[in-house]
């Protein structure tokens, strides 16, 4: 009986250990995210040549010094400067 007791005892100090120890990373999560979410005007904005959009530097397509919003744009507006 005694046995069954300290077993009992054991596994609830392994749950409490592993609750804390989930707590604390999904705190570490929570603190990590709003540093990447506070500089969302850190990334250039350009706006797409041939509809007007503005989109994040790093998600436009770059042609003749022109950014498009994406790439059938950007093949529209290179067709439309070639005639
Ligand atoms: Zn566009």
Do not use: W
């Amino acid at each position: 009986m005694a046995k069954l007791l300290l077993l009992v005892a054991v596994v609830a100090i392994v749950y409490v250990l592993l609750k804390n120890y989930k707590r604390a990373i999904a705190r570490q999560d929570e603190a990590a995210r709003p540093e990447k979410a506070a500089q969302p005007g850190s990334e250039d904005m350009v706006q797409c040549a041939q509809c007007g959009v503005h989109l994040p530097k790093s998600e436009s397509f770059l042609s003749q010094g022109s950014h498009y919003c994406s790439d059938e744009h950007r093949k529209l507006g290179v067709s439309r400067r070639d005639k």
